[in-house]
């Protein structure tokens, strides 16, 4: 099954994901969906110094919205935020230092956010990684799971309560298409049984990232919940994690903007906020979560089940004491409302 479910994972990406693939969708695409102003509006963009997060946090800055980066890296956030201002001509960007892998931490920032800020309409998930050898945090999380999966189950939970105060709050998430070759498994979260597959763990956690967004729309109605899939794109992430798809793909990668299209549509237009909440996206369409007899469809108790490993792994989190850090919410925050 897993063969054939590879198989046409492939086929159609080579027909779908690639620049073509882009290329020949953006046909269809409206052109007023984009002319919009969101002046007085906030974003927050996480892993926001490069790739599709950086192309994103632009496009934002371009339309007037006030963008919240989150990034690990300070050096590359200041030159990425430089870079934004620059050339939007928006000086309303700051930068929040987070490491997803962080579990605690992730929480800490999220709470300290909410005390801050009197609103936020947007949260953009886009941070993700691809750790090819088992490594686990200081929470004991594998890593992997730790970021794709813990760190926006944690940052999407904290911050819903200020999300659900703003006009037409939206929750968008960058997943893979890899996820259709993955059912959801509950029983083995921390990817500590059998051979540890790096490309298949991501996998599997960006199938996770879909089922909470189904579920978060079911649970939070208030909220325009989506996933998407950005295509194959050449990014600096690709090109370390997966070395041989980038050389083997070349000049057939999406750009970065490329990418980014779709969340930034489903940021920013008002036809996103009228498709139904919990869908799965890709070249602004929603799109199958499951390959046709690929058996990958969870029931409802297997949902369920996974929620609550979620629920009592997040608990055990925000339980820890809290690390010894001066601001939470990072040295480039303005401290204002």
Not at 202 to 207: C, L
Request: net charge neutral.
């Amino acid at each position: 099954m897993s063969l054939y479910r590879n198989t046409i994972w492939f086929l159609n990406g080579i027909h779908h994901y690639t620049r073509n693939g882009y290329e020949a969708a953006s046909k269809h695409f409206e052109p007023q969906d984009m002319d919009v102003s969101v002046v007085g509006r906030s974003f927050m963009v996480t892993g926001a110094n490069s790739g599709i997060g950086k192309a994103t946090a632009m496009a934002i800055a371009k339309k007037g919205g006030r963008v919240h980066m989150v990034c690990r890296n300070k050096d590359k956030a200041e030159e990425a935020k430089e870079a934004i201002i620059h050339e939007s001509g928006n000086t309303e960007v700051y930068i929040h230092i987070v490491d997803l892998s962080e579990s605690h931490k992730v929480w800490q920032f999220a709470e300290a956010f909410k005390k801050q800020y009197a609103s936020l309409h947007v949260l953009i998930n886009n941070a993700g990684c691809m750790i090819h050898n088992r490594e686990v945090n200081d929470e004991g999380l594998e890593k992997n799971f730790a970021i794709n999966t813990m760190g926006m189950y944690l940052l999407t939970e904290s911050l819903i309560p200020l999300l659900q105060k703003s006009r037409d709050p939206r929750v968008i998430t960058v997943s893979s298409g890899g996820m259709l070759v993955q059912k959801l498994q509950i029983d083995d979260l921390q990817s500590e049984k059998g051979y540890f597959d790096g490309v298949m763990v991501y996998a599997q956690n960006k199938r996770q990232q879909v089922v909470l967004t189904e579920q978060w729309a079911r649970e939070y109605p208030a909220i325009h919940f989506s996933v998407m899939h950005p295509g194959w794109v050449d990014t600096p992430a690709v090109s370390t994690s997966m070395p041989q798809f980038h050389s083997m793909m070349g000049g057939r990668l999406r750009t970065a903007e490329q990418g980014a299209d779709t969340v930034v549509w489903l940021a920013l237009s008002r036809a996103a906020s009228r498709t139904q909440s919990g869908q799965f996206f890709q070249d602004r369409t929603p799109v199958p979560t499951h390959l046709p007899l690929a058996w990958t469809r969870s029931s409802t108790v297997e949902v369920l089940t996974f929620i609550g490993h979620l629920e009592i792994l997040a608990k055990a989190v925000q339980s820890l004491p809290d690390p010894q850090i001066s601001d939470p919410l990072g040295p480039s925050t303005p401290h204002v409302v």
